[in-house]
């Protein structure tokens, strides 16, 4: 017995100065997080050359305790202790990161980092100029680092299977493969439908100019109507939207376009669930995984289901259109319809993925999917690039981009040599659709709900089922637990089959 | 020769691991600064438990990093090298911090930490219900610890000598003393003689009800007109204004009440020199203490020259006149010249600190000094506090406080256990009349270029003589180098006295 006690105390001891260790590096981060805020925020333009010093050194810190000595050590006497369940997520979650750092050579890291800083003004200034060739040899560079990288990792695995598990830690890239796929074979032909309907939905309803001040004033409404905690949160603008922080204090942004109402009150609306889910993380968490947020597509999720199974349905806009009007008297005559109809719009010739609507942004999001998963595996060469990327969008979405820089060149992520991102984005809406139709099941309707404005059952279910878990369960568990099933496609074709099939009156749907 | 260069090289290679360390702390400890400023300015209200131990860690993070053997080793390495002036002065300056933080045990700190935690809200409540006896048992604890911590860093100082060196470690104690007796001296007489006066000053020449956000154009308008980098530095409100920040981005904050315009201003002006220092300091010196402000009696002096010698003079007041009149046309029969007066009014019964002016401050500051010195010495007991600070009121300024609120419980610094703290702000001003003397022997007198908004000439002087040399030298070398004197109140009291004495028509000064 008492060399049981002395064991378990000396487990615990343990477990104290690992958690210790884990609190600081959380707190490094999270530190981290909030001068990246300040730089995208507040900061004066001049400062980035102290900023950048100060990110660094943060980031080196983290690193160096991370994968000291001292964290491998506790990390293998922990792992042969009896530990409590939650410990043991703490645990799991540790080893994941410290593995993957204690693998790649730091003078790798360094590579890749340099690499990027250079590349994207590199990537900015092809994009200006409309000119792939002059980003092509750093993307190039960009695709055999991280190679590279991923065979430090795991140099008997896909190389693109385990750059998506930076991002998505849990979710087999063959899962993955799957949704889109499917994504893929259904949306064609609904899209085709939605294209070849003779429906005449009201596009127009927002367009205007609106001044910046009111559009915030609205702002502020949305996120007061959809019951954002401001004694733990603001908002701002940036050029960039995004959403950053902890449970005790999670910020959004947003950006306001003079002719752009509805994007600044979506946008709005997205920022708002990312935060909404962070601010669900229970507080005693703080420090350790089971008070940070599962992962990319986890977090998206919660952004969309706020963007689109809320914001961007029709009881919404019968509840929130009297507010909208009251801060601009000029959407008087637009009816609750009229507003659900031009929210909901599919476009018929668009190329940019940020611009795109519900059903035809998977296909943005499968192509880019397919050519950075053939550019890594080698069977796609850099050069061939922009063909690729063309004859994709002729062949799914029907246009052809005419120039690079409303092709390949439009988004930002592979500058950031960010290969295995994209999915993740998908996977979101994938479960958003899920979750929401599980939210329902147990529920009931929630229509009724959205047009009184109370969020109050629906945020409960999430903060019950997927919030306040933090990183206790791996992804697929956390999914099977909320919904009951694994991660699938269904509720988000059913959703989306469903609703653009009423809004464009389409018969076989 | 060549174990001249092997040595040589070695010491090189020593200096850079040593450099490297130092940037690292540096931009800690500048990180620390941004999440501070956020605290005060923008954080959520709910923000705190996760922002306290983000600080506390980047705060453990950098005393590691300081007081490791590694450091101690690089430093006794270098003191035994050739180095060039430069080098000498970081290693000089990072020795003597070193020093500092090994010889204090960390539990020791950490009791210092809680117990001026608890004091906080304690002082608070005592102030609030205006009883010393509360506060009195915490401030006795206080002093004990401070005493304690002082023996630690040298057992055969005068602890409040120990003490003041922490925020002003160049200057002797003895030289403080000098200068502050030397302002009890004379300018009890002058307040008196300013006192007994029959002058007939214009004093609500800013009496009225100004709006915050005019108050916050003005402020504006006030920073452009001194020349603010706004590339490097912003504004914002905090309840209690301070400037923080680097060369890359010092920002400045302030607070606006609607019936004290003036004091927006001059606080305005105060915290623009703060920051005009950091500006000033030079940016290849970003992350050692050649990119460093000096301690804080040279920090106070750049604060006390803009505000005082600049903003409470009569020129400054010919020239923006005009601007606040365009913010404020309810100015528009106020002169320049009734400005100017109600800007230097003497009081003759305040007993706040914060509120006092140019003349009975530095008996505030002389009070405090006296009191504090004689508890951390033993030659007076807590429970005699507010009587010894009653007295001294009646004595020095003629005015007796009624209760501890606004007697000795009326500032927060003790609370912070900030023993030696005071006497700074008199040294300040002292410095900064010693500085705008020597600027006006070199460049003329600045009436002119101040009546016409050129701050170049001025702010040059500072830049070449004070900014550019960050911690290059010691405080009285610096003082020597700039005015070609040690630390003298003459210049102040010259000032003052024929400032004051034209104000008030005094015939013997």
Redesign the interface.
Known sequence: MATDQAQSEAADDSYAAFEERV??IA??S???G??QW?QEV??????????A??L???S??SHELLTADETGELLEELEDSDLEEDQAAVVREVRRKYDRETSVPQELVEEISETTTNAHPAWKQAKENDDFEEFAPVLEKLVELKREYAEHIDPDADPYEVLFSDYEPYIDLETAERVLERLREELVPLIDAVQDSDADLTTDAFAGEFDDDDQEALARDVLDSLGYD?????LDTAPHPFSSG????A?VTTRFEEDDLLGSITSTIHEFGHANYTLGLP?EG??TPLGEARDLSVHESQSRLWENHVGRSRPFWEQFLPTARERFPELEDVSPEAAYESANQVYDDNLIRVEADELTYHLHIVIRFEIERDLIRGDLAVDDVPEAWNDKYEEYLGVRPETDAEGCLQDIHWSHGSFGYFPTYSLGSVLAAQLYAAAEDELGDLDDDIREGDFEALNGWLRENVHRHGKRYTTPELIERATGRELTADPFLEYVTSKYGELYGLEDY
């Open positions: 609190r600081r707190n490094v999270n530190a981290s909030i001068l300040d507040v900061m004066p333009d001049e400062g980035t050359p102290a900023r010093q100060q660094s050194a943060l080196a810190i401001w004694g733990r949160g603001r902890t449970q005790f204090d910020r507080d703080y420090g």
